[in-house]
C-alpha cells in the first residue's frame, strides 16, 4: 500500500507479522518499552476492548492488535501532528477495523466500558529532568499535558468491573502509582522490575492492576536487558524472536 511521508519520516519493519510503523525521527520514536508493556498484556483474551492511553506512535495499538487476536483498540493521542502519523501507520498495516485513532485529550475521551486500558505515559513530572526544547519529545517524554493521576483516574473511570489496567513506569514513581490505583478502585495484581543489568538498579516496571479486584499481589522475577557483556538476555530475546517466528 502506497503511504504519504512528511519530511523526516521512515518506515519500521516490527518484524512481527508483517507490522510496520511510521516514525519521525525529529520526534520521540518508540523504545524497548512499548514493545515490552504490550508483551506483558498478550495473555489477555482475543476480542478484548482496549483503550491505549497516550499513544504516540501507535506501537502499542499495532502489536496488540496481532498479540490479541480480533481485539478492538481505541488509542488516544493528543498531538495532532503525531495522531495524524499514527493513523497513517494503522493504513499501512491495514488495520483501520481493529484500530481506531482519536486524537483528543485523554481526560476529555468519552465514557464506555473497555475490557483493558493500557498505557506508557510520560514518565517524568514536568518541573524535574533535562527538558527537551521539541514540544513533541517534551510532551512525550513530561507531565505537560496529563499526569500520572490523569493516565490512572482516567483508567478506572473507563474500565468495566474486573478489567484490566496496564502500565509501564520508572520505579520511583511506584509509591505514587500504588496510591493513585487504589484511590480509583484499580488493585494492584502483579508488577514486574525492569534491569539493564542484573547488577544495576532497576529503570523499569510494569504494573498490572485489576478494576474493583481483591487483594492479592504477585510479584514477577525481574526482567533483565542486558547481559555483562552488552548482548541481549534470553528473556529480551524471547519477547523479539517469538515475533520472528511468527
Not at 518508540?30 to 508493556?37: E, N, P, Q, Y
Not at 501507520?89 to 481493529?98: A, R, T
Request: proline letters at 3%; charged letters at 30%.
Amino acid at each position: 500500500m502506497e503511504i504519504e511521508l512528511k519530511e523526516n519520516e521512515r518506515i519500521d519493519d516490527l518484524e512481527y507479522k508483517g507490522l510496520k510503523i511510521i516514525q519521525n525521527k525529529e520526534w520521540f520514536c518508540f523504545g524497548m518499552d512499548s514493545v515490552i508493556l504490550a508483551n506483558f498484556a498478550k495473555k489477555e483474551k482475543t476480542g478484548s476492548k482496549i483503550l491505549d492511553l497516550g499513544t504516540g506512535t501507535g506501537i502499542i495499538a499495532i502489536l496488540l492488535s496481532k498479540k490479541i487476536e480480533n481485539s478492538k483498540i481505541t488509542a488516544v493521542e493528543i498531538q495532532k501532528e503525531v495522531a495524524e502519523m499514527a493513523q497513517r501507520s494503522i493504513k499501512l498495516n491495514n488495520l483501520e477495523e481493529n484500530v481506531e485513532i482519536i486524537n483528543k485529550d485523554i481526560n476529555q475521551i468519552e465514557q464506555s466500558k473497555y475490557d483493558i486500558v493500557i498505557t506508557n505515559p510520560p514518565y517524568k513530572k514536568k518541573e524535574t529532568g533535562i527538558v527537551n526544547q521539541n514540544s513533541i519529545k517534551m510532551i512525550s517524554r513530561h507531565e505537560i499535558t496529563a499526569k500520572l493521576e490523569d493516565f490512572i483516574r482516567v483508567a478506572g473511570k473507563q474500565l468495566k468491573d474486573y478489567g484490566t489496567f496496564y502500565m509501564i513506569n520508572r520505579p520511583e514513581r511506584i509509591i505514587d502509582i500504588f496510591e493513585y490505583l487504589r484511590k480509583y478502585k484499580l488493585e494492584p495484581k502483579e508488577i514486574q522490575f525492569i534491569y539493564p543489568k542484573i547488577n544495576k538498579a532497576p529503570n523499569g516496571v510494569l504494573v498490572k492492576a485489576v478494576k474493583n479486584g481483591g487483594e492479592y499481589l504477585k510479584i514477577d522475577e525481574p526482567l533483565i536487558v542486558y547481559n555483562e557483556d552488552g548482548t541481549y538476555t534470553n528473556q529480551i530475546l524471547n519477547i523479539y524472536e517469538k515475533s520472528n517466528k511468527n
